[in-house]
């Protein structure tokens, strides 16, 4: 991929209005304190935002609700990722995301 931000948010005319990286979580929002995104992801969303003067947002479906953040420079980066897959590439450094900051879009009922 080219770009390392999921979406571009665009309207009717194809103007670009903001830039989107989209997660699915298989958790309950507030199992953890924090919601980790790849350090590249953040670096790469920043540099976006620099040169097109547009916000970038992270949108996370959790498993009970759905939030989104603005990405900025502000976060904890530690090394972590994925040890599922025995991929030594998906540990890697991180942001930290306080869930807190997360701005609850949709609110989801689990059965």
Avoid at 12 to 27: C, G, H, M, T, Y
Avoid at 36 to 51: D, G, H
Avoid at 66 to 91: A, H, M, P
Wanted: hydrophobic share 40%; with cysteine; net charge neutral.
């Amino acid at each position: 991929m080219q770009y390392r931000i999921d979406f571009a948010i665009v309207d009717a005319s194809q103007n670009v209005l903001a830039f989107i990286e989209v997660k699915r979580r298989l958790n309950n929002m507030n199992a953890y304190s924090t919601c980790i995104l790849s350090l590249s992801k953040v670096m790469a969303a920043i540099e976006m935002r620099k040169t097109t003067k547009k916000n970038c947002y992270f949108l996370v479906a959790w498993n009970d609700a759905t939030g989104i953040v603005e990405l900025t420079d502000k976060y904890d980066v530690k090394i972590g990722g994925r040890k599922d897959r025995n991929d030594w590439q998906d540990i890697e450094p991180v942001v930290h995301i306080p869930v807190s900051d997360f701005e609850v879009i949709e609110k989801c009922t689990t059965q």
